[in-house]
């Protein structure tokens, strides 16, 4: 999945509006920050296969400590931890970020077929393999995506036309990358993939732009 998860960093907003939304797009895509670093280290393995599923040519061999279900809860109390210590937050609001991390998870043994691992060494895969259709895809994430966009903006408002601005045009960016993953050409190899990966730290530094320029409606 990917819109689907920027759906739940904007819709957390609502419950904790103290929380930066780039510090929520970090929580909610912490998964898919790890993985490139962590496939260019050697550690986890993807490769290309064409036939992989109707919506992604990827074949995720392995990625326990990115993406599996111990993994992620791990990395959710970490992140949930740091957070606590660093903003000197309520408890409530750190469990309430873990929780974005781990929703991670959810979200993507949703639209997987079963390469998701549940334990770090274990054999147990989980997928539900939505992304055998193309069309459910773009529904489901869709409308989690229209659904996640429409809290936040009701949740907040723009401080001066940056905060329209910026909001409005990484919405529609976020977009046109979803459909131009779904419609491009198949990548030669997993470098190609792993790269252009990294370019999601510039939608969590989007994110901390966004959320300056906007502040919670109450
Ligand atoms: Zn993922």
Not at 10 to 35: E, H
Not at 84 to 93: C, D, G, I, Y
Request: charged share 10%; net charge positive.
């Amino acid at each position: 999945m990917f819109i689907g998860h920027f759906a739940i960093a904007f819709g957390a907003k609502r419950w904790i509006a103290s929380v930066s939304l780039g510090t929520l797009f970090l929580a909610c895509q912490l998964a898919d920050l790890l993985w490139p670093n962590l496939v260019l280290m050697g550690l986890e393995v993807v490769e290309v296969d064409a036939g992989a599923t109707a919506v992604t040519p990827l074949d995720f061999v392995s990625y326990p400590y990115s993406h599996s279900l111990v993994a992620l809860g791990l990395w959710a109390a970490v992140f949930a931890g740091v957070y606590l210590l660093l903003r000197q937050s309520a408890l409530s609001t750190a469990a309430v970020l873990g929780g974005v991390v781990l929703s991670h998870w959810l979200l993507d043994v949703v639209s997987h077929r079963p390469d998701i691992p549940v334990t770090l060494f274990g054999p147990m895969r989980l997928g539900l393999g939505m992304w055998h259709s193309v069309p459910l895809t773009i529904a489901v994430e869709g409308v989690l995506f229209a659904l996640g966009v429409v809290v936040y903006a009701r949740a907040t408002r723009a401080r001066n036309r940056i905060g329209s601005i910026a909001l409005w045009a990484l919405v529609g960016f976020l977009v046109v990358v979803y459909f131009g993953n779904l419609l491009g050409p198949l990548p030669p190899n997993s470098a190609a993939v792993v790269w252009p990966a990294q370019a999601m730290w510039l939608l969590v530094a989007w994110g901390y732009w966004i959320d300056r320029h906007r502040k919670p409606r109450r």
